[in-house]
């Protein structure tokens, strides 16, 4: 049974950059494509960045294009969420996610989750 840990988040003041981590376990972890989604307060689960399996396509939403960047490292099991430029907005649980099947936006797509980290960007 894959399972995700993710950390890396915290209070970060808006301008400033979060590092966020994924470490996976239980699967073969170079064969599924990851994604990071994130729920503010009151609101649904978005998706934010997803990335192919060897790391070469990534996609991301339009809200965070340009300050976030989604990268893997299949050697460590982990896949990262380095966020740039930070946003109140940007304030959220996050989570990583492995794709099961089928488009890589789609939330519904995503069969197993991590137990999120928060961030929270203060003005």
């Known amino acids: 049974q894959l399972q995700l840990v993710e950390s890396g988040g915290g209070l970060v003041q808006v301008g400033g950059s979060l590092r966020l981590s994924c470490a996976a376990s239980g699967g073969t972890f170079g064969n599924i494509v990851m994604g990071w989604f994130r729920q503010a307060p009151g609101k649904e689960r978005e998706f934010v960045a997803a990335i192919s399996r060897g790391g070469y396509y990534t996609f991301y939403a339009d809200s965070v294009k340009g300050r976030f960047t989604i990268s893997r490292d299949n050697v460590k099991n982990t896949v990262y969420l380095q966020m740039d430029s930070l946003k109140p907005e940007d304030t959220a649980n996050y989570y990583c996610?492995?794709?099961?099947?089928?488009?890589?936006?789609?939330?519904?797509?995503?069969?197993?989750w991590g137990q999120g980290t928060r961030v929270t960007v203060s003005s």
């Open positions: 996610a492995a794709r099961t099947t089928g488009q890589y936006t789609d939330i519904n797509n995503y069969g197993y």
